[in-house]
Each structure stands twice: as structure tokens, then as C-alpha cells.
């Protein structure tokens, strides 16, 4: 089993930009990879996820804002947020996926002021 480390977080103004990183400790080539995200007081949600060959899938609220990526080479998975907004304020989780069995980093907080 990986482990997953984010990167990134921070604050940012409403309409800014910030590009999350996940850090594996071994290959990612044969998991499925995922953003979820919490906020304080909701439920862990799915943001954007990306399959072994690549295949991308967004939540609504994230849909031409968002973009997930990978990098097998480098055990990584980016996800590109642009357009910020305050809603998007929440700890940003990376999770590895691997048959039934799902993998998370620890997070990294992510704030958007208005």
C-alpha cells in the first residue's frame, strides 16, 4: 500500500489559483487516483478523479474549473484549481484506489477568502 502525501494548500483570495500535489511513496501506475475534499461540518466529497489509462470525471460544482492530472513517472497526481471560491474552502484529500481497497493521504487545507 502507498503512502500518499499532499501539498499545496494554502489561502487564496476568491478567482485565485492553486495547484494541489500528491506525493506517493511508490508507483501509482496501476491505482485509481482521486481528490475528495471536506469541509467543516459536510461529509467527504469526490472532486475529480482519474483512471489508470487516464480517464478523467469532475464533480458538478468543479466542472471547468478543476483538473486533475498524473504522473506515473513520478508517483504524482496535481490537481489544478482555478476560480476560486469561498465554497471551495475545505481539507483536500488524496486517495489512492486499488480493487476495494482505498488509500488516503492526511490533507491539506485549502481556504479561499471572499
Known amino acids: 500500500q502507498v503512502q500518499l502525501v499532499e501539498s499545496g494548500g494554502g489561502l487564496v483570495q476568491a478567482g485565485g489559483s492553486l495547484r494541489l500535489s500528491c506525493a506517493a511513496s511508490?508507483?501509482?501506475?496501476?491505482?485509481?487516483m482521486g481528490w475528495h475534499r471536506q469541509a467543516p461540518g459536510k461529509q467527504r466529497e469526490l472532486v475529480a478523479g482519474?483512471?489508470?489509462?487516464?480517464?478523467?470525471n469532475y464533480a458538478d460544482f468543479v466542472k471547468g474549473r478543476f483538473t486533475i492530472s498524473r504522473d506515473n513517472a513520478k508517483n504524482a497526481v496535481y490537481l489544478q484549481m482555478n476560480f476560486l471560491e469561498p465554497e471551495d474552502t475545505a481539507v483536500y484529500y488524496c486517495?489512492?484506489?486499488?480493487?476495494?481497497?482505498?488509500?488516503w493521504g492526511k490533507g491539506t487545507l485549502v481556504t479561499v477568502s471572499a
Open positions: 486517495a489512492a484506489g486499488l480493487g476495494s481497497v482505498i488509500t
Open positions: 482519474i483512471s489508470i489509462r487516464g480517464t478523467t
Open positions: 511508490g508507483s501509482i501506475r496501476l491505482n485509481t
